[in-house]
């Protein structure tokens, strides 16, 4: 089964075809700038092999209809199209980043779906527009296809109430749904149950904190296979210090900045969500440019590595105290799974809660999944690459052969 995968955001679509008999990548690429003057489509065709073929156009595309249709016409074309006609396709996977309280799982996409996605856009008012659009499209461009979505939150709806909710008023739960969802709960999802089959155990027996650190972090404790906690809330800005956000922070931060700098609300947001985190400490969001600035020795990057590993250690320590036993800990995206001075610090001194790194296997260059711990660490310290367009053409395999 051919199943297309697709993350659309409101300027931009990015797409993976999976062939699901092999779980094998046939063609992948984005298109972006949407609406802008020139838009953008980069697409590879079997990427990451040696065969790998990419193409690049660049033109306007002033909606999504016409970025899908440019993604349809690369996917078929008669020269280079990874398949013959669109009846290849056999269904379409859509990410969707706020399922609310409305999703407990993934599911097949009809008008109540849709509604309900729509309701959600108070609570994912940066993505949940961009996913309907790609969802309207792909339901007008491929009508007999079966259209699947997959959440970020789902994964987290088993979280109890002393996990999830805020010590707010509780009406504005109930009038506002004001609460904590958490985040990249497909990575988190994927890594538990590829870190359970690393070692060798059920998914529903292992107990794991598995740590996302890409340019958006965050950190899930799983107690038997389920997520029973995770660091981001209501939207992706709670939790760890990350590329551009800053994590947890005081709420009278922003009436205060706010009357000080004559700031709006919206304007905070942008402050929290895209000046602030690693960006804010030493103007720099990407990790690789960090670690140049400190070997140069700029002392504000040099902060901001060291404010990272503190929180995430905090982070750490607290869900081991949530999870009691834990099996291992578990580094995944970007960051986690190539920077071993990240994971150094993310664990550095919790030697006597039984984490021991093993400092040779840490700086190994390997890729895949592997245990980064010594023999005598009590928790495994693993680095299992996430995937997430595979985890949502699984899902979406998953909900055709249940319905
Ligand atoms: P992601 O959001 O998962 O794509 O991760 C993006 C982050 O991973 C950025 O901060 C990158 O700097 C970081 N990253 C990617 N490759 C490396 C690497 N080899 N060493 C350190 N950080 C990396």
Redesign the pocket.
């Known amino acids: 089964m051919n199943v297309l995968v697709i993350n659309s955001g409101s300027s931009s679509i990015k797409y993976q075809l999976l062939d699901m008999t092999t779980e094998r990548v046939m063609c992948s690429g984005a298109v972006e700038r949407i609406g802008e003057a020139q838009g953008t489509l980069t697409h590879k065709i079997a990427p990451g092999t040696e065969g790998e073929d990419k193409i690049t156009l660049t033109q306007p595309i002033p909606d999504h209809e016409e970025g899908m249709h440019l993604i349809i016409g690369l996917i078929t074309d008669a020269e280079r199209g990874v398949v013959k006609s669109l009846d290849e396709i056999e269904a379409v996977g859509h990410r969707i980043v706020q399922g609310g309280d409305l999703f407990d799982r993934s599911c097949l996409v009809d008008d109540a779906v849709v509604e309900g996605l729509t309701k959600l856009i108070p609570l994912g008012p940066v993505h949940n527009p961009g996913h309907l659009a790609g969802i309207r499209v792909s339901r007008h461009l491929f009508p007999k296809v079966p259209q699947v979505t997959v959440f970020d939150t789902v994964f987290h709806q088993t979280m109890p109430p002393r996990a999830y909710m805020y010590a707010l008023p509780y009406e504005l739960y109930e009038e506002l749904k004001v609460r904590r969802y958490g985040f990249h709960g497909t990575s988190h999802s994927y890594v538990s149950k590829e870190a359970a089959r690393f070692l060798g155990k059920s998914v529903d027996e292992v107990n794991l904190i598995t740590v996302h650190l ?3 972090s965050s950190m899930c404790a799983v107690q038997n296979g389920k997520s029973v906690d995770t660091s981001m809330g209501l939207t992706p800005l709670e939790g760890l210090i990350m ?1 551009t956000r800053c994590g947890d922070a005081d709420l009278a931060i922003y009436p205060l900045i706010g009357a000080a700098k004559g700031m709006s609300i919206e304007e905070i947001n942008d402050l929290t969500n895209k000046q602030s985190g690693f960006k804010g400490i030493c103007g720099k ?5 960090i ?1 140049a600035a400190v070997a140069k020795g700029d002392g504000r990057a040099k902060l901001a590595l060291d404010m990272f590993g503190y929180r995430n250690r905090k982070y750490i320590g607290s869900y081991l105290a949530v999870l009691g036993r834990v099996d291992a800990i578990v580094f995944t ?3 986690g799974e ?2 071993p001075v ?1 994971r150094e610090l993310s664990v550095r001194g919790l030697e006597h809660m039984g984490i021991k790194l093993d400092h040779d296997r840490n700086l190994a260059p390997t890729r895949g999944a592997r245990d980064i711990s010594s023999a005598d660490s009590t928790v495994r310290v693993l680095v299992i690459p996430t995937n997430e367009e595979l985890e949502i053409a699984r899902q979406t395999v998953g909900v055709l052969r249940a319905s």
Do not use: F, L, T
């Not at 969001?285 to 440019?289: I, P, S």
């Open positions: 890409g340019n958006g590329g969001n990407d990790m690789r440019d670690h995206a970007g960051i190539n920077d990240a």
